[in-house]
């Protein structure tokens, strides 16, 4: 396992200072940012400085446009059809989806990462624009005189309550929950914090570098994921069973044995029979 938290402070403490505080909650260089655990040598203003050229050009489309449904449109146009975003069908599950530089540079990733760019560029208009975060697929709504607005960040589509309602049902049936106990719908729509985004985008990558086997980058994600939610102890457990998935057991017996004082009762078993047999090999 090349580097830990401990040995790279720089590039974690600046996003600890990015997701530190809700009210300042710097949710676009802090996506931004978790590229460079792949790739240190980053250059983050000038990512953010592309982003500023694409409001630039798209500010010039608009021309003294204050409509907001007709900014609506001249965004998704830009977007879609000049720019050419969409998602990444071909292999969805590279990791390189999830960093807002690659998706700028292909105009190809996942919903959540299409989204945090359309949506910074949306951001720049008169528009008020949230993210989803939908079960299953992130989505985007505008709220405009005429109501409510939910598209797919992929394709720009907009989304009626009865499809979106037949989107979600597979998730419930996979929950178990009948009709007559489901939320409202509306209760899945409303607008993601940035810390709950931030958090969606890393566990994708959680997810994916876990099915890869890629210790290095699962450790390096659950690192972030420590500082975006200092209050959830499993993240001690998950980052400890990496660590000794990466064969680092002097780091993974840290952490589990620290996570052992906090554990509740149904994982105490598992985590000391880890923990016994960490000990057994150091």
Excluded: C
């Excluded at 403490?13 to 940012?33: H, R």
């Excluded at 945090?116 to 005189?145: C, Q």
């Excluded at 993601?192 to 210790?215: F, K, Y």
Aim: no cysteine; glycine share 6%.
């Amino acid at each position: 396992m090349s580097w830990t938290i401990d040995e790279h402070p720089t590039a974690l403490q600046y996003f600890a200072s990015l997701v530190q505080s809700d009210e300042n909650f710097a949710l676009t260089e802090a996506a931004i940012s978790i590229a460079q655990d792949a790739d240190p040598g980053l250059d983050l203003q000038a990512v953010m400085a592309e982003l500023d050229r694409l409001q630039v050009r798209l500010q010039q489309r608009l021309s003294g446009e204050t409509d907001p449904l007709r900014q609506l449109s001249v965004l998704n146009k830009f977007f879609y059809g000049e720019l050419g975003f969409a998602g990444n069908l071909n292999n969805y599950y590279d990791p390189a989806n999830s960093y807002i530089h690659h998706v700028l540079d292909t105009r190809r990733g996942i919903p959540i990462s299409v989204a945090l760019v359309w949506l910074e560029l949306a951001g720049s208009l008169d528009l008020t624009v949230e993210g989803i975060s939908f079960p299953g697929h992130f989505m985007v709504k505008v709220l405009l005189p005429q109501g409510q607005v939910v598209l797919d960040p992929l394709t720009g589509e907009s989304h009626s309550a009865s499809a979106l309602a037949e989107r979600l049902q597979p998730f419930l049936d996979e929950a178990g929950i009948q009709p007559e106990e489901a939320a409202p719908l509306g209760l899945y729509l409303q607008a993601a914090s940035g810390r709950d985004i931030m958090e969606r985008m890393l566990r994708n990558l959680q997810e994916i570098h876990q099915s890869q086997r890629d210790w290095d980058m699962l450790v390096a994600v659950i690192n972030r994921l420590m500082l975006l939610q200092p209050e959830k102890p499993e993240l001690l457990r998950e980052r400890g069973m990496a660590y000794a998935q990466g064969g680092v057991n002097d780091r993974a017996l840290a952490d589990l044995e620290r996570y052992a004082q906090l554990a509740p009762d149904s994982e105490i078993g598992f985590i000391e029979k880890t923990i016994s047999s960490l000990r057994k090999v150091l």
